[in-house]
């Protein structure tokens, strides 16, 4: 199993641009998240998806998006990348009933 | 914000010494879980103490919890140059979808 996969792994991004990463989990999870951290900081939870077809906001959502359209993947998606988005990425999936949640290794993004 | 706050935010000990991290959160808990992170990679989960449980333990993990004073710690004994890593504290809230709130983290350097 391939566990948690996250494409790509690094971006650079102009201000102003879109981008949509991908994460993947092939353990049949019904609860997938994605988080940002930035140096010096925990994570913080940007959205999550409580199955397929579900999202909502978790603690930082303002200038992402999400969608669930199968149970396997999480997309996150920047409309207009700003600076502050800088950061490191990381989507994670949990199964019901299973409170520890499995990370995927991350990718690095960087808005000029 | 951060739910909770770990200190010390770094740790340098010596091989073969026991190291100590401490963990402080602000609201009620299901469960209280430990991750650590190695440079650059993703989190990878080491153990998940319940509200109900006072002490748990995984190898040379000990994991302590006092819901009256909203802490924890965790303690790695026999300390290993492979334990050089990041840890961070994790609360699952009541709020359901198993969502996880980060502290900041400890930084753990273990010296040959």
């Known amino acids: 199993n391939a566990g948690v996969t996250q494409t790509p792994k690094f971006r650079v991004l102009k201000t102003g641009q879109s981008m949509t990463l991908l994460c993947a989990q092939d353990?049949?999870?019904?609860?997938m998240y994605w988080y940002r951290q930035d140096p010096g900081m925990g994570l913080r939870l940007i959205h999550y998806?409580?199955?397929?077809?579900?999202?909502a906001k978790g603690e930082v959502p303002d200038g992402y998006n999400v969608s669930r359209l199968k149970k396997q993947n999480f997309l996150l998606g920047l409309e207009s990348a700003a600076p502050s988005q800088t950061s490191v990425y990381f989507c994670?999936?949990?199964?019901?009933?299973?409170?520890?949640?499995?990370f995927g290794p991350g990718t690095r993004l960087t808005v000029l | 914000s951060q739910q909770g706050e770990e200190d010390p935010q770094a740790l340098s000990i010596q091989e073969g010494e026991n190291a100590t991290m401490n963990c402080s959160y602000k609201?009620?808990?299901?469960?209280l879980q430990w991750y650590r992170q190695n440079s650059g990679r993703g989190l990878v989960h080491l153990i998940l103490?319940?509200?109900?449980?006072r002490e748990k333990h995984s190898g040379r993990l000990r994991v302590t919890l006092d819901t009256s004073k909203k802490s924890s710690s965790l303690l790695i004994t026999a300390s290993r140059a492979a334990d050089t890593a990041s840890y961070f504290c994790?609360?699952?809230?009541?709020?359901?979808?198993?969502?996880?709130?980060f502290g900041q983290g400890t930084r753990l350097t273990i010296n040959p």
């Open positions: 609201t009620s808990i299901n469960n």
């Open positions: 994790a609360t699952e809230d009541k709020q359901g979808a198993q969502k996880l709130v």
């Open positions: 353990m049949n999870h019904e609860y």
């Open positions: 103490i319940r509200s109900n449980e």
């Open positions: 994670a999936s949990g199964g019901q009933g299973n409170n520890e949640q499995f």
């Open positions: 998806s409580v199955g397929e077809g579900t999202t």
